[in-house]
């Protein structure tokens, strides 16, 4: 175990009324949680509201302060329309420093495509800022049916393995990027 636990920051991407969001939420943070190594700093961009951020103001300050804090970062997102949401896509891009050299995972959700698709576009967003993503992901096809009306996974084994090994993943990435960061400041 590392002797100071890395600051993961779970940015929930979707802003929609009656989202799914918080219910993947909800579930991931607890799995995250559970850990020693990790501080979770749950970023909801329903209450950030990221097109009513101005630069100089007050509550942008903040959303810097809590991206730039971050050692890694896991996006919740659900696929709309083959893609991530727009408020989601807009949060990303009022920062670009605060994202470089740090690892990013996924957690999606949608049809029956469990939103990779979304995934995939997010990752080239990601290269563009000099961040790094991490290969695993975890995904929720049909994720309306997977989750009980208490928003427990009805068949939670395969969930809670592949968040695990997402979260080793991220580990390891947000520990030695850190170190490097500290060492070597990163100038891209």
Do not use: C
């Not at 290269?127 to 928003?151: I, K, Q």
């Not at 947000?174 to 170190?179: P, S």
């Amino acid at each position: 175990m590392p002797e100071r636990p890395f600051t993961l920051a779970v940015i929930v991407g979707s802003t929609r009324e009656g989202r799914f969001a918080p219910v993947v939420a909800n579930w991931f943070t607890a799995h995250a949680g559970r850990r020693t190594d990790v501080v979770v700093d749950l970023i909801d961009l329903d209450e950030v509201r990221p097109y009513e951020l101005r630069h100089g103001s007050e509550e942008m300050e903040t959303y810097a302060k809590r991206i730039g804090a971050a050692d890694a970062f896991v996006v919740i997102t659900p696929e709309y329309n083959h893609s991530f949401p727009a408020p989601l896509k807009h949060a990303i891009d009022l920062l670009h420093q605060q994202w470089q050299a740090k690892p990013v995972g996924f957690v999606s959700y949608g049809g029956i495509s469990g939103g990779l698709r979304a995934v995939e576009q997010l990752r080239l967003v990601f290269a563009e800022l000099h961040a790094t993503t991490v290969r695993e992901t975890v995904s929720f096809p049909m994720a309306g049916r997977l989750f009980d009306e208490g928003g427990q996974l009805r068949d939670p084994e395969d969930a809670d393995r592949a968040a695990a090994v997402l979260l080793d993943q991220l580990a390891w990435w947000a520990l030695a990027l850190r170190e490097a960061r500290e060492a070597r400041p990163y100038g891209g």
